[in-house]
């Protein structure tokens, strides 16, 4: 709880009646932070921001804004902007009145509006839109727009709820780096709420990844990559293996495990004991295909399975009655490989997760056996 944060989390809860929306959310978010709010639909992410916001209550808890307490603080009163999908914009007004509207409310005249508005219509790369009205603009300016207004009055923060989300995908990436360069040119701090794991992982500095109200890491986007915290994570973030195993011998620096009879090596501490059921965890684009080198984990499989994608090949593994998905660069990939080869799969130790089994149950699978 320094003052130098933008925000402070402690413990927020927030229920509705029989349903938790958010479970005893801590952490502090700098200023200046680019801070994401990752998961699926319903896990908790907009009544986080929307508590934030002043606009739900937390039923335990408090929020602190730069150092002080705001649970009694209504939400215009509050120093931070939303800024939603929708845009929101006034269609009536041009897009200078749009901007000018939350400097009216706080009664800023308009000789001192004017600069202020120039000067967020060039941040987002507006300049000479002024005069223009919502509808003849795209929706990528119209985003612009909202955003450049969410600005004007300096906020010490801004919450953004999947704002790209109503965006088509080349559009989206090309906005992500809007904001992105945006946030770092106004140094404002970012709560941005979004579903979508690329997003999150190539814009924030921090990622908290949610499932069911719960934050299960809070961390940057390297460290949620390579290190999860949970299968959940594991598998939210990025492509993912996952296979069973058994417990051999650990010594609490790596472990040796079972897999389908073969030995397989993890370097990590793993706090399971011997004999334990485990969820083994190697990401894909991790596995090699008849390697050169020597690598710790080899197997011999069975391919079951070639897809090309066009930068790269999926080869799916078969190992007794599990798979293993390899994501090979289609410039490395042997040209001569055919379904029903016999191959060698190799993977590093240190590319092994290790989680208890159960926490299989919190897998997102979007592999066809899911469906
Ligand atoms: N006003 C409300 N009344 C009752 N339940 C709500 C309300 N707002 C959200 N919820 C529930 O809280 C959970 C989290 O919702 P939400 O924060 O909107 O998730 P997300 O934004 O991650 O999709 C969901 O189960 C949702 O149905
Ligand atoms: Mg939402």
Redesign the pocket.
């Known amino acids: 709880m320094k003052a130098d944060n933008a925000i402070d989390l402690v413990g927020v809860t927030?229920r509705?009646?029989e349903?938790t929306?958010?479970r005893e959310f801590s952490t502090e978010i700098k200023k200046g932070e680019f801070f994401s709010?990752l998961?699926?639909?319903?896990?908790?992410?907009?009544?986080?921001?929307?508590m934030i916001a002043g606009l739900?209550v937390p039923t335990e808890g408090s929020i602190l804004l730069e150092g002080s307490d705001v649970s009694s603080t209504p939400a215009h009163r509050r120093n931070v902007n939303t800024v939603f999908q929708d845009y929101a914009l006034f269609p009536h007004m041009s897009v200078w009145k749009n901007i000018y509207f939350p400097l009216k409310m706080k009664k800023i005249p308009r000789s001192e509006a004017g600069p202020r508005i120039e000067r967020v219509l060039r941040l987002v790369n507006m300049e000479g839109f002024a005069n223009r009205l919502p509808q003849q603009l795209s929706g990528g300016q119209r985003q612009r727009i909202a955003l450049a207004r969410s600005l004007v009055n300096e906020p010490a923060a801004l919450l953004l709820?999947e704002p790209l989300g109503a965006l088509d995908f080349k559009l989206r990436v090309a906005m992500q780096k809007v904001l992105k360069d945006i946030q770092r040119n106004v140094g404002i701090t970012f709560i941005y709420?979004t579903?979508d794991q690329t997003e999150a992982m190539t814009m924030s500095d921090r990622i908290a990844v949610?499932k069911d109200?719960l934050a299960h890491q809070i961390a940057s986007p390297d460290e949620i990559y390579n290190n999860p915290a949970t299968a959940f994570v594991a598998s939210f973030i990025g492509d993912m293996n996952f296979v069973h195993g058994t417990v051999l011998e650990n010594d609490g620096k790596s472990c040796l495990l079972d897999v389908e009879g073969r030995k397989v090596r993890a370097d990590r501490a793993v706090d399971l004991g011997k004999g334990a059921e485990a969820l083994v965890c190697i990401r894909t684009e991790r596995m090699q295909i008849n390697p050169q080198r020597s690598v710790e984990n080899r197997v011999s499989a069975e391919l079951s399975r070639i897809v090309y994608r066009g930068t790269d090949y999926e080869a799916t593994c078969r190992i007794g009655r599990s798979e293993l998905r390899a994501v090979v660069q289609a410039v490395g990939w042997p040209p001569e490989l055919r379904v029903g080869d016999t191959v060698e799969v190799a993977w590093s130790a240190g590319d092994v997760i290790v989680f208890p089994l159960e926490e299989e149950r919190d897998v997102i699978k979007y592999s066809a056996e899911a469906l």
């Open positions: 927030k509705f009646d349903v929306a958010v709010l998961g699926p639909s319903g896990c908790g992410k907009t009544t986080t921001l929307r739900e709820d709420v579903h949610m109200g």
